[in-house]
């Protein structure tokens, strides 16, 4: 199981440069650069290539909405090369309040559009003329919907890797279902080793069915919160999570469309993710947040003594991930990542 983590870059590019350095000295095989609406990760995924040599490199995630299909697998392409070969593409239908907020962009067809952009940048990275008529995407673009004067185009430089893996985003059924039948990986959120099968097994199997052997196995992509020990900063760093997960679970979305809520329900706590929306949406954030089991928090993180950290991510591997992503939040952080990565190897 690969040890990895998310980074945001803070603005400040001595400092990141530095983090990063920690990051790959202690260990930690691979880091998540995310988007949202604050710094594009495609131009600091080339700066981390910059400053490393070992550490792997992936978008965590770009929305399939805001670039093209083609400039996905273009910037995909330049960051592997870059990187010598350490790139994982990450992609995500993000939601309508970013994509169509920010991004001033339809959300549609969101499966649809998702399975184009894979197609595309496979069709691109071979280097062949890429013609596609899919479900939200069409190359060339369509007479009727254009000029009429495209035509079909490859990529004309050398591809480092024409086999960059991909990973999609994804915790909806028909989602999971395409992702484990497409992709070379899968990103969940709020990942619960104990309690996942029960809601995406049945997907993750439909999806398999379809798989090309061609694609090997799906690689599991889980994320928790790390902080090892019993002092003042391990439960601080556990009410830290326990914010987190409150905040997703009552306010990411609208009281009728929630996707984290539903995705809470569906791990078994019904009444708990009810109880934690209301609260919220009615302005009582920290009611909200102390709604949040402790069941939650014992089973997707990593907090407490060396002991029960080294049980938790023996369920984390024996439950087929091959990526963890940690979030260091304890006092000492790096050396804890010195020591989840020793147990490990």
């Not at 890429?130 to 369509?142: I, Q």
Request: proline share 4%.
């Amino acid at each position: 199981m690969k040890l990895c983590t998310a980074l945001s870059f803070d603005g400040d590019p001595e400092r990141f440069a530095s983090r990063i350095v920690d990051l790959e000295a202690a260990g930690i095989d691979m880091v998540f650069i995310p988007e949202i609406y604050g710094f594009d990760q495609v131009s600091v995924l080339g700066f981390i290539a910059a400053k490393t040599s070992r550490i792997e490199l992936m978008t965590g995630i770009v929305n399939v909405y805001s670039r093209s299909p083609a400039l996905i697998a273009q910037s995909a392409a330049t960051i592997d090369a870059l990187s010598g070969g350490r790139f994982t593409l990450g992609i995500g239908t993000s939601g309508a309040q970013v994509i169509e907020g920010w991004h001033g962009v339809p959300f549609r067809k969101p499966l649809g559009r998702t399975r184009d952009v894979v197609d595309i940048c496979r069709k691109v990275w071979s280097g062949e003329r890429v013609t596609h008529d899919g479900r939200a995407v069409s190359l060339p673009l369509p007479a009727e919907e254009g000029t009429g004067l495209g035509k079909p185009l490859k990529f004309m430089n050398r591809m480092h890797r024409q086999d960059i893996p991909i990973v999609i985003a994804s915790i909806g059924p028909k989602n999971v279902e395409m992702t484990a039948e497409i992709a070379d990986g899968w990103q969940p959120i709020h990942f619960v080793p104990d309690r996942f099968d029960r809601v995406w097994g049945d997907a993750l199997a439909a999806g398999k069915a379809k798989r090309s052997a061609d694609l090997g196995s799906l690689s599991i992509y889980a994320d928790a919160h790390l902080a090892i020990g019993d002092g003042p900063d391990v439960a601080e760093a556990r009410e830290a999570a326990r914010g987190h997960i409150g905040f997703y679970v009552g306010g990411m979305g609208a009281k009728s469309k929630n996707y984290y809520n539903d995705l809470f329900k569906r791990y078994g706590w019904v009444e708990e993710a009810e109880k934690i929306q209301d609260l919220f949406l009615s302005g009582q954030r920290a009611e909200a947040t102390a709604a949040v089991p402790d069941a939650y928090l014992d089973e997707a993180h990593l907090f407490g003594d060396e002991a029960h950290v080294q049980s938790r991510l023996e369920v984390f591997k024996n439950v087929g991930v091959t990526h963890l992503s940690v979030q260091p939040s304890g006092a000492n952080g790096l050396d804890d990542i010195e020591k989840v990565k020793a147990w490990l190897d």
